[in-house]
């Protein structure tokens, strides 16, 4: 069973920031492309950010410049540090791992308030 661990969400201000965390373990982390999704309601679930075994990072255009996703080997874990937040960036973030045949978190809701 896949477990992935997410953190950091929360309520901030339009213009804000946060920075939500995903933990998994040593054999997932390792070569394994992570990644953050989001849906809002109404809405379908959408890629945001991810990130190669390598480094190699790639974001969807509307948080270009706002976002950014790194990755702690250390610790297994891959952070996404998203600054001046918008409205539109309110939803559920789940963190995801190309490990097997691609596997989400539960989910952590991120609301920003304009």
């Known amino acids: 069973q896949v477990q992935l661990v997410e953190s950091g969400g929360g309520l901030v201000q339009a213009g804000g920031s946060l920075r939500l965390s995903c933990a998994a373990s040593a054999t997932i982390f390792r070569g394994s492309t992570m990644g953050w999704y989001r849906q809002a309601p109404g809405r379908d679930r959408e890629l945001v950010a991810i990130i190669s075994s390598y480094g190699m990072t790639n974001y969807v255009d509307s948080v270009k410049g706002r976002f950014s996703i790194s990755r702690d080997s250390a610790k297994n874990t891959v952070h996404l540090q998203m600054n001046s937040l918008k409205p539109d960036d309110t939803g559920v973030y789940y963190c995801?791992?190309?490990w097997g045949h691609g596997n989400w978190g539960q989910g952590t809701q991120v609301t920003v308030s304009s």
């Open positions: 995801f791992t190309s």
